[in-house]
């Protein structure tokens, strides 16, 4: 009989409902449960493509004995940490401080006033490797409940108190210059792997927001180092086995130090940053490459992830089916000799084995290999390999797709948004435009409410109940802004100033300080706030960029002021740990550099000659420029105003601190004013 989490949009709190645990769903009343029955609280912490929430469910979750003692002596709570961020944020940082090191499944164990006194992340059936069992924990926590509980609640009011006294005050220092850019810069080349690209050691995940930074601080300083590290790490990345040679888009990490073996679930989140990036290191370069993953990662987005209302699923999978009925990890995605041989035939595969790296003993397991694009010497016959790879993704196709996790996400929408806009204009796809147009439209009709508050999911067209956090504002802001530069639709601004607003009343203090909860939500033991990125840029560094973005849109001096108060932290954190910061050190760029605001003026819609001068000021590199178009006396964006052709020809005007050059009608004096 399905428990009480049949009820839930979450994919991953579905995959749980038939479960013998008798699961709630994160609420006071499951609280009020676990004080009436004066239980304990176990809370569960998990996603849906985490191989090993999938790992802990089969042996523990799914097994009666262990289920009914749970039952009994607990009150079990399960939380998909993609749909509360929140809860997610506050207890991880809890285990983290307690054991060193976090990750999911997440397991702690509350008071039934939510105060945590226990911690872990996956428990085994059976004790192994210096592991206790599952059932070994559970045994202990309830003794320790029932025996010994002055000592629980002494120490969970302690870690309670603890984490209140980690609170982040740097929101009144002044945003960073030129001195704390430099140090970030030196701080990355000292971590950079100049043999394998990337910075740190296995496993290694994709650095998108430093890539970001780096390309903006080229920019503007010229800074050729910064150059060659975003452009040779993004070459690793696509070479390698982290990304899908076949069919595009980039799996969530690598578990090496040469990208070979990734981590295999897809994200949307990074597919939507990596898209980003490579359009940028295009747009700085003119790289082939860049131009292809920039195009075949937004192409895997909209062909995969994309939903029937117009958004943009969450995840793939890292397990899929091996043809055996036993989900294995990475099975979709590998492939040995024989393998190659059967859909190729063998001059064929001999030839693919060769391209993508595939050997007789593997790169992965079971003498199966990651395809890869290794350096090597020789020419191969293009239209060779388009075959071939042509023919291994229609064969790939039939094995048993990984599952897709449905939900859709407003920040990491917010993200796709912003990359599919650019990327179709730089690449004249409005396919892609177009893509991103839909997804704006379904969080604009389904996650915003009428006081333009944001649900931060939905699913099959039905917003879930949970309130966005500082990250869904941040994000859907700076996607529609991109949006709003692309179309040349004013409308997109015009959200994007009705979620600022929000940040700024509602998720700012009066140091200038980001939370990454309203001051209106739902009360946690604490109010999370964390300004530094993790697999997506920080909701505080999001903020910051959106914000100066829009105030260089419109003029808005308390925009502009709050982005430069919230980079105050960006100047505490970014000559320390800047891999960590990136985002962050961008929108720093941008400021930096102004940033420019560009308008651009026609005399009708659709103008030959102002199409060429918007897709111009697109394609410059001038660190977080902002772009408007329009017709002589459009009132669609502020920047238009007071704006009238030259001699009767399109112009564009550039202006920065306050200052505006001489408008120009010709693109190469305006590419020359933008790439300076």
């Known amino acids: 009989m399905p428990n009480r989490l049949a ?39 998990g996603y849906s493509s985490c191989h090993w929430c999938h790992v802990m469910a089969a042996e523990s979750f799914e097994d009666e004995a262990a289920a009914a003692y ?37 397991t702690v164990f509350l008071t039934p006033d939510a105060e945590p006194f226990y911690f872990g992340t996956y428990y085994p059936p059976e004790p192994r490797h210096g592991m206790p069992s599952f059932r070994q924990v559970l045994q202990g926590v309830h003794q320790a409940w029932a025996e010994r509980r002055d000592e629980v609640t002494d120490v969970a009011g302690k870690i309670v108190r603890d984490l209140a006294g980690r609170e982040i005050s740097y929101g009144d220092a002044q945003a960073p210059g030129e001195e704390q850019l430099g140090q970030a810069l030196l701080g990355l080349t000292r971590e950079y792997d100049p043999q394998r690209g990337g910075f740190g050691g296995a496993p290694k995940f994709p650095p998108s927001m430093v890539v970001e930074f780096l390309l903006r601080h080229h920019a503007r300083t010229g800074a050729e180092g910064a150059l060659q590290m975003a452009g040779d ?13 076949l069919g595009g888009g980039f799996a969530r990490y690598s578990v090496d130090r040469e990208w070979v073996v990734p981590h295999f679930e897809k ?42 209302e117009g958004g943009f699923a969450s995840a793939l999978d890292a397990d899929s089916d091996d043809g055996t009925g036993r989900h294995v990890e990475g099975a979709y995605y590998v492939w040995t000799p024989e393998q190659l041989t059967e859909v190729l035939g063998a ?81 004249e796809r ?42 869904d504002y941040a994000d859907v802001a700076e996607g529609l802004l991109a949006l709003a530069s692309v179309t040349g639709e004013g409308v997109w601004l015009d959200f ?61 001096a308390p925009h502009r002021t709050a982005a430069e108060r919230a980079l105050g932290v960006v100047k505490a954190l970014g000559p320390r740990v800047p891999r960590f910061i990136g985002w962050g050190l961008a929108a720093a760029e941008a400021l930096l550099d102004g940033p420019r605001e560009v308008a651009v003026v026609g005399p009708a819609p659709g103008d030959g000659a102002t199409r060429g001068l918007h897709r111009t000021a697109l394609l410059g590199t001038a660190p977080g420029a902002v772009v408007a178009v329009g017709t002589v ?22 202006c920065r601190n306050f200052a505006c050059d001489a408008p120009t009608t010709d693109p190469e004096r305006l590419r020359a004013r933008l790439n300076s």
């Open 430 to 471: 409005p396919d892609l435009v177009e893509a991103a147009v839909a997804a704006a439209d379904l969080l604009v009709r389904l996650h915003l409410d009428e006081q333009a508050r944001l649900f931060r999911t939905s699913k099959d067209g039905r917003a879930g109940a949970h309130a966005g956090v500082l990250e």
């Open 7 to 45: 009820h839930e949009t979450s994919p991953y709190l579905l995959q749980h409902a038939d479960n013998p645990v008798d699961w709630w769903p994160w609420s006071a009343e499951a609280f009020e449960e676990a004080r009436e029955r004066d239980v304990p609280v176990l809370l569960s912490v």
């Open 347 to 427: 001059d064929d595969a001999a030839l693919a084995a060769r391209y993508f790296g595939v050997t007789e003993e593997g790169t992965f397991e079971h003498g199966s290999s990651v395809l890869q694009l290794p350096q090597q010497e020789g020419v191969f016959e293009a239209e060779r390999i388009a075959s071939v790879r042509e023919r291994l993704l229609a064969a790939r196709e039939q094995r048993p797709a990984p599952g897709r996790d449905d939900k859709v996400v407003a920040a990491w929408n917010g993200l796709a948004i912003a990359a599919l806009a650019e990327t179709g204009a730089y690449f």
């Open 633 to 654: 006396g459009s009132d669609e964006f502020p920047l238009l105003a007071d704006r009238p052709l030259v001699d009767g020809a399109p112009a564009a005007y550039v």
């Open 233 to 245: 790490t993004c070459e690793r990345m696509a070479r390698g086995g982290i990304y899908d040679q």
């Open 267 to 308: 994200m949307l989140y990074d597919n939507a940053l990596l898209c980003r990036v490579y359009a940028h290191l295009w747009r700085a370069t003119g790289s082939d490459l860049a131009r292809r993953v920039a195009l075949e990662t937004a192409d895997f987005m909209v062909r995969e992830l994309r939903t029937a």
């Open 496 to 556: 994007a100033g009705l979620l600022l607003d929000h940040v700024l009343t509602r998720f700012t203090d009066d140091s200038g300080s980001l939370y990454d909860t309203a001051a209106d939500a739902e009360r946690l033991i604490r109010r999370p706030q964390d300004p530094t990125d993790n697999a997506t840029p920080s909701g505080w560094s999001a903020a910051a960029g959106a914000l100066l973005s829009y105030a260089a849109h419109t003029g808005s």
């Open 70 to 106: 749970l039952n009994e002596h607990f009150v079990a709570v399960k939380v998909d940490r993609e749909e509360r961020p929140d809860v997610d944020a506050v207890y991880m940082e809890a285990v983290q401080a307690a054991t060193g090191q976090g990750g999911w499944p997440m």
